[in-house]
């Protein structure tokens, strides 16, 4: 069930956050670098959304309403729920190198420098991710990717590891029906190419 609609701009909340910890329009918007003017329209587009105060004007501060102070409790401890979030977040992504390549490129080559890497790097973490699927790292679902290609991949930098070498596997039937293989043009005359499964 979808409740963002219901939700009054967040740019109020976190004004009126912030002026129910502060208790004065004036270091509200010094702190959140805003007029007091505009600090004052936030919260009253804020009560105009409830439908009442959530606060009395005094002559050099504000004090909540019994309704300010119950809406108060409840944003404080929502944002400092966003805010360890955010922080826990950043301090994984630091933590953790999150590395995607070819499930043979992992058991062949990858997987058995790692235990080197990590004696070098204690403070990082190493996440493999060893699935055929692309993966977007743009969007931060893998740090590094490691792929065959010629590094053309827009909005991201290439690096090239090292060359690949391939080899044809011709079982011993087909090497007597259709060879001799002597020159990789020999190959033609087998009917089908593809992938080992």
Same mark, same amino acid.
């Given at each position: 069930?979808?409740?963002?609609?219901?939700?009054?701009?967040?740019?109020?909340?976190?004004?009126?956050?912030?002026?129910?910890?502060?208790?004065?329009?004036?270091?509200?918007?010094?702190?959140?670098?805003?007029?007091?003017?505009?600090?004052?329209?936030?919260?009253?587009?804020?009560?105009?959304?409830?439908?009442?105060?959530?606060?009395?004007?005094?002559?050099?501060?504000?004090?909540?309403?019994?309704?300010?102070?119950?809406?108060?409790?409840?944003?404080?401890?929502?944002?400092?729920?966003?805010?360890?979030?955010?922080?826990?977040?950043?301090?994984?992504?630091?933590?953790?190198?999150?590395?995607?390549?070819?499930?043979?490129?992992?058991?062949?080559?990858?997987?058995?420098?790692?235990?080197?890497?990590?004696?070098?790097?204690?403070?990082?973490?190493?996440?493999? !991710?060893?699935?055929? !699927?692309?993966?977007?790292?743009?969007?931060?679902?893998? !740090?590094?990717?490691?792929?065959?290609?010629?590094?053309?991949?827009?909005?991201?930098?290439?690096?090239?590891?090292?060359?690949?070498?391939?080899?044809?596997?011709?079982?011993?039937?087909?090497?007597?029906?259709?060879?001799?293989?002597?020159?990789?043009?020999?190959?033609?005359?087998?009917?089908?190419?593809?992938?080992?499964?």
């Amino acid at each position: 069930m979808d409740r963002a609609p219901h939700l009054p701009p967040i740019n109020a909340i976190r004004v009126f956050e912030t002026a129910a910890r502060l208790g004065n329009f004036t270091r509200t918007g010094e702190t959140l670098g805003m007029t007091q003017a505009a600090v004052s329209y936030q919260i009253k587009l804020l009560e105009d959304r409830l439908g009442f105060a959530l606060f009395e004007r005094k002559a050099r501060h504000v004090e909540l309403t019994a309704r300010g102070a119950r809406l108060a409790r409840g944003t404080s401890d929502a944002f400092r729920l966003l805010e360890r979030t955010f922080r826990d977040v950043r301090e994984d992504r630091d933590s953790v190198l999150s590395v995607t390549a070819l499930p043979t490129f992992c058991s062949n080559w990858l997987v058995p420098r790692i235990g080197a890497f990590q004696l070098e790097n204690p403070g990082l973490a190493v996440r493999i !991710d060893s699935r055929s !699927d692309l993966v977007d790292i743009k969007a931060g679902e893998a !740090d590094i990717g490691i792929r065959i290609g010629k590094g053309q991949w827009p909005g991201l930098e290439a690096r090239r590891l090292f060359g690949d070498t391939t080899a044809p596997l011709v079982s011993r039937a087909a090497a007597e029906r259709f060879g001799p293989f002597e020159r990789p043009e020999d190959l033609l005359k087998l009917r089908l190419f593809g992938p080992i499964r």
